[in-house]
């Protein structure tokens, strides 16, 4: 049934989806980074939809339609609309916009020279935060310290399926079809925006061609094409183009890190200090706070560091804004923690896994920087090495390695309707689905639970009328929060069937009728201790070997767990080698096309060799997360294995001073 709807082509994307009357809209975008605008004469513009678009309550907020002035290439100035998609192309020549031009923001450190990109600040930062606690060098035991910077590129998510949106107002209800991983926030969003109430919107799940976070996100183009159908009264439907993506969608990692780390001669860290600095575009968002949040509070990861603090600061450029990326600042946290025990362990001349050791641990704990870190660390590094025979190996193969935690977003839980009718279990979750395979795991799930063929039993779409409270899929967190919901509304209905009939059996949960719905409630972030170990040839990369020693608690369908090591190491590699956003210092993307974005193809997956334990979890199904552990652990391990055998100092991501772009897709 899936292998017919997503292998041959029968899915049901956005823009499968066609309405009578239905409106194309296409966007008049800035061409400037940054601009005053002297007038708009023509189309949908900012002197009739003066809004922003949902978020935090912060002043520095984007327009929906930008008002008085652009701050980055591909903001939206002004929508127009036909029944015909070529029509509304073209049509955007028919509005007329005058520019004053402006001095641009093109990078962090831009930023931190140039005057505020907007009236009214002093600066270019926009706020800082501290985590931890301020410490004296002076007070800490300390042989040794290092310093460094790393940079790590924003990268656009560029899932298959780009960005879209139709909606629909009849009835006096604003019917929305989204590609999206969270139905609910959305409603939310723009709800918020155009100030409907609960009952004015309705948002219904359709297929998600891909995501990787940035469809958990609320846009402009939304509001625009919303607040359209309300007012022509017809559907209007906005389907993103790749240029347009690259130009506007928010785009993730964007960070530069000034670090430093104390230790002893036997090296253990007992001091970690410095400040993290986030792209946050052209204005302000809730995911720079998650962003910036999980970079900051998850730096010193796996390892406890007595003393611990970093300054965060949230800067301005003139681009598209920030948002999600696989990891969501976890990745980048590692990244600067691996990157920089790897050059203590040079400076100290220690191999690089007996000071991961040495500053591992042997039970739980809370760091400096308010990270809780639920199980030892210790363990899992040695059984880790042992499996692989490291210390054999690294006396052959350059070998880099990475002990990481991954952050699983379960709070605040997830919603489940199981119902039963007509001999079939239809299944619908609260957290959308964007290519993860939960259907397989429904299936094998509910097929062992109520004992009944796997071929009865299907994962079915929602909206937010049906049901009526979700959360979304991100975070790592839906083989935790869909399986374990999916377990528990499962046993309601069993309890159901015993309380009707006094008894469980298969045929009397087919032959009736049942509808449950439950949601499981989860106060907390769950986490997980993992490793990834990479080799390389410099001279060869289609010769990478990633090695990867996952606990991932109960497996519940190996192909999902295999698809997304398989799949989400090749999105490592290419972070690591190849993919990026480029601008130049007029703030214009350099970055056009999605080959100039450096994205790896299916020829380059790397050579695995996979090793899965199953400690289980406190979790109903026993499950713990997956979707971010190869952006996490991955890029700093292939970093070291190429250092090692250039003997250059890996600071930046990608690695584009050696020139393995060109390598990799030779």
């Known amino acids: 049934m899936y292998l017919n709807r997503f292998v041959n082509g029968e899915g049901k994307y956005v823009d499968d989806i066609k309405f009578d009357n239905m409106l194309y809209m296409s966007i008049v975008r800035s061409p400037y980074a940054h601009a005053k605008i002297k007038k708009v004469k023509g189309g949908l513009n900012s002197s009739e939809l003066k809004a922003y678009y949902a978020g935090m309550d912060h002043a520095m907020r984007e327009p929906v339609l930008a008002i008085d002035e652009v701050s980055y290439v591909g903001q939206c100035v002004a929508a127009v609309f036909s029944e015909n998609r070529y029509e509304s192309e073209d049509l955007l020549n028919s509005v007329e916009v005058d520019y004053e031009p402006l001095d641009a923001v093109s990078s962090i450190d831009d930023a931190l020279k140039k005057p505020a990109i907007h009236d009214g600040m002093k600066d270019n930062i926009l706020d800082t935060e501290d985590v931890g606690n301020k410490f004296n060098e002076k007070d800490i035991d300390y042989d040794i310290k290092v310093s460094d910077t790393l940079f790590m590129d924003r990268i656009s998510a560029n899932p298959i399926e780009t960005r879209g949106i139709i909606a629909d107002?009849?009835?006096?209800?604003?019917?929305?079809?989204?590609?999206?991983?969270?139905?609910?926030?959305?409603k939310g969003g723009i709800m918020k925006t155009l100030n409907l109430k609960d009952d004015e919107i309705v948002v219904h799940h359709v297929d998600t061609g891909g995501a990787f976070g940035l469809k958990a996100l609320i846009f402009p183009e939304y509001i625009i094409a919303a607040y359209a159908s309300m007012k022509y009264k017809k559907p209007v439907k906005w389907i993103e183009t790749r240029s347009e993506h690259l130009q506007a969608a928010h785009a993730g990692r964007g960070i530069k890190a000034d670090i430093t780390l104390y230790a002893r001669k036997d090296g253990k860290i007992n001091g970690l200090d410095g400040t993290v600095y986030l792209d946050t575009g052209a204005y302000f968002?809730?995911?720079?706070?998650?962003?910036?949040?999980?970079?900051?509070?998850?730096?010193?990861?796996?390892?406890?560091?007595?003393?611990?603090?970093?300054?965060?600061?949230?800067?301005?450029?003139?681009?598209?804004?920030?948002?999600?990326y696989r990891g969501a600042g976890?990745?980048?946290?590692?990244?600067?923690?691996?990157?920089?025990?790897?050059?203590?362990?040079?400076?100290?001349?220690?191999?690089?896994?007996?000071?991961?050791?040495?500053?591992?641990?042997?039970?739980?704990?809370?760091?400096?920087?308010?990270f809780d870190i639920n199980y030892p660390t210790k363990p899992l590094l040695e059984a880790a090495l042992k499996h692989f025979d490291y210390y054999n190996l690294s006396k052959k193969e350059k070998l880099g390695i990475s002990l990481f935690i991954l952050d699983e977003d379960t709070a605040p839980g997830e919603s489940c309707r199981i119902t039963v009718k007509d001999g079939k279990v239809k299944v619908y979750f609260g957290g959308d689905v964007s290519g993860q395979g939960h259907e397989l795991f429904v299936q094998e799930m509910l097929s062992e639970e109520f004992n009944i063929d796997k071929d009865l039993i299907s994962l079915d779409y929602d909206d937010t009328d049906t049901l009526k409270d979700g959360t979304g899929t991100w975070g790592s967190r839906s083989a935790i929060t869909h399986g374990s919901v999916l377990m528990k509304t499962a046993e309601i209905i069993k309890n159901d069937v015993i309380k009707k009939f006094g008894k469980y059996d298969k045929d009397l949960l087919l032959d009736?009728?049942?509808?449950?719905?439950?949601?499981?409630?989860?106060?907390?972030?769950?986490?997980?201790?993992?490793?990834?170990?990479?080799?390389?040839?410099?001279?060869?990369?289609?010769?990478?070997?990633?090695?990867?020693?996952?606990?991932?608690?109960?497996?519940?369908?190996?192909?999902?767990?295999?698809?997304?090591?398989?799949?989400?190491?090749?999105?490592?590699?290419?972070?690591?080698?190849?993919?990026?956003?480029?601008?130049?210092?007029?703030?214009?993307?350099i970055t056009n096309n999605i080959a100039d974005a450096g994205l790896l193809t299916a020829d380059k997956i790397p050579?695995?060799?996979?090793?899965?334990?199953?400690?289980?979890?406190?979790?109903?199904?026993?499950?713990?997360?997956?979707?971010?552990?190869?952006?996490?652990?991955?890029?700093?391990?292939?970093?070291?294995s190429i250092e090692l055998q250039t003997g250059k100092r890996v600071t930046k991501f990608p690695i584009d001073d050696l020139s393995l772009f060109n390598k990799c897709m030779e």
């Not at 968002?285 to 600061?313: C, Q, R, S, W």
């Not at 986490?527 to 001279?539: A, G, L, P, T, Y």
């Not at 997360?625 to 991955?634: D, L, N, P, R, V």
């Open 330 to 370: 976890k990745p980048e946290a590692s990244r600067i923690m691996e990157r920089m025990i790897d050059l203590l362990a040079d400076k100290l001349k220690m191999d690089i896994a007996d000071i991961r050791i040495k500053n591992a641990t042997e039970k739980p704990f809370k760091s400096p920087l308010g």
């Open 285 to 324: 968002t809730d995911d720079d706070l998650v962003d910036l949040g999980n970079a900051m509070h998850e730096v010193t990861g796996p390892y406890f560091i007595e003393n611990a603090h970093l300054t965060g600061k949230y800067v301005l450029t003139n681009k598209a804004l920030n948002g999600y």
């Open 607 to 640: 050579q695995y060799n996979i090793k899965i334990v199953e400690n289980n979890s406190e979790f109903p199904d026993k499950a713990k997360g997956i979707g971010e552990s190869t952006m996490i652990g991955i890029p700093s391990a292939l970093a070291r």
């Open 169 to 186: 107002y009849k009835d006096n209800v604003l019917h929305i079809y989204a590609s999206s991983q969270s139905i609910h926030r959305l």
């Open 512 to 589: 009736n009728e049942f509808n449950e719905y439950y949601y499981y409630k989860i106060d907390y972030n769950a986490n997980s201790v993992n490793f990834n170990m990479v080799s390389c040839d410099v001279n060869d990369m289609n010769s990478i070997k990633i090695y990867t020693y996952y606990d991932l608690g109960k497996i519940l369908n190996l192909k999902n767990v295999l698809g997304s090591i398989h799949g989400g190491g090749l999105q490592a590699l290419g972070e690591t080698l190849s993919e990026t956003l480029r601008y130049d210092e007029d703030g214009q993307l």
